[in-house]
Structures are given as C-alpha cells and as structure tokens.
C-alpha cells in the first residue's frame, strides 16, 4: 500500500480531496512496466470512465491488467455489460459493496442520473420511499477470497477505487475488520471521505475512518470524472509513490 512516515493534517480543499502529507517516498527512476500485472478495482463505475482511463494507460505501457467492476444501478450495468462486451480482462458485478453479504437491499435514486446510494440518508436523494431499485449486495473482502487468490509477487500491483456515495463507510470498515487493507498498494477516487459526510448519521463517523487511514498509514489520491479532473493523480506518478 501507498505508506506515509507523518500526517501534517486531514485536508479537504476545493481541489484535492486527499491528506496533505509530509516525507512521501517517491521513487526516483521510472517504473519498469515490463513486468507489471496490474488489478484494478472500480467500486461504483457509473459510465466507466475511470476504467477507460486506466485501460489507456495500461495498454499504452503494455501492462497487462485485469479490471474487477462493481455497479449497482441495472441500468448503468447493461450499458457497462455492452460497452466491455469485447475486453476479457474486465470482469463485472452487478452488485453494492457494503457491509453484509447477499442482502437485497435498495438502491436510492439522486436528483441527477448518478449519485445514487445504498445511504437513504444521503443529501441529494429525492423521494426515498418510492425512487429506488433493488440490488444484491457483498463485502468486498468476501469478493476478494472467494474469487482471487492473493499474490505477493512484488510486480503485481492492486489499486483500488471506491466512490460509492456513502458506502465507502462499509467498505472501510470491512477491510479493516478483515485485515485486508494491505491487501491493495493504492487507493483512488473522490477521498473515502467526503460522501461519507453527505449521509446522516455516517458523517458523524468519518474520524473512525480517518482514524483507521491513519493508523494503517494509507493515503488516498484523487482520481474521478467530473469538475475536478484536473486534481486526478496520473496513473504514471502514481506508481512513482
């Protein structure tokens, strides 16, 4: 994982959502891609462009990749199940990441065409009684010592990126209550933080979350589609860290 030797202070600025840190490590010679397997996991795809913008990279440098997806609204699934249809190395997962296994939850519809959260407490959701889907759900820990098997070659090389509206409380949690947070060596998205704050009472909760980054010395890069791009780590420096 991504390790720092001192947090200088827990930041959310208008255009960074990640810690601001002091003595990062950075390699100083590019990384050798020669060898490189690349897992990429997307929690919360929406239309896939982060994943589209992690296949340009990995093709561009010749890594090869496998790419795990997790979506819960059914509508942006089939369009995901369509556009992949031709890439073997994406697997995908019509379900929620969150705190429980093979539950039937609900899905909350927001007030624009994503944004939607298992969270009915989430403050951009409109009419929670009766705008929403069902979905199945499971622990990503679950996902990941069923399906995978865990390899410590150092030329393999797991990032995750969550942005689940709110979820990511679960999802922390779970990998925390699993001892498998070391199990990724980066993390990626809108912060793990900032969605949690939009749900009532989770936002109540975020310093558990931060207690639990800091003592596992994990930092979290931005990397999302939207207004804020310009903040987006590369994929190229952020294996440099």
């Known amino acids: 994982m991504y390790f720092m030797n001192k947090i200088d202070r827990f930041c959310w600025s208008n255009r960074r959502h990640f810690y601001t840190i002091n003595n ?15 897992d ?67 899905l909350y519809h927001s007030n624009s065409d994503d944004g939607h959260s298992i969270i009915s407490s989430k403050n951009n959701l409109i009419d929670v009684d009766n705008n929403y889907e069902y979905c199945n759900t499971i622990k990503l820990s679950t996902f990941i010592r069923s399906k995978i098997k865990y390899k410590g070659n150092k030329n393999h090389i797991k990032i995750l990126k969550a942005n689940i509206e709110g979820a990511e ?24 933080l900032g969605d949690i704050t939009k749900c009532y009472p989770l936002g109540d909760k975020v310093n558990e979350i931060k207690k639990i980054f800091k003592d596992n010395k994990i930092i979290s890069f931005y990397f999302a589609r939207g207004s804020k791009q310009e903040a987006n780590v590369p994929f190229e420096s952020l294996l440099m860290c």
């Open 24 to 38: 990062i490590s950075i390699k100083k010679k590019p990384v050798d891609y020669s060898n490189l397997i690349i």
């Open 169 to 192: 409380y679960h999802l922390i949690k779970d990998l925390h209550e699993s001892k498998m947070l070391g199990y990724f060596d980066y993390y990626i998205g809108t912060g793990y």
């Open 40 to 106: 990429y996991y997307d929690l919360g795809i929406e239309r896939g462009w982060e994943i589209d913008q992690f296949i340009n990279f990995a093709e561009k440098n010749n890594v090869e990749y496998n790419v795990f997806g997790f979506e819960a609204c059914l509508d942006f699934y089939n369009t995901l199940i369509e556009k992949y249809a031709l890439n073997k190395n994406i697997s995908l997962e019509h379900l929620a990441i969150s705190n429980t296994d093979d539950d039937t939850i609900k």
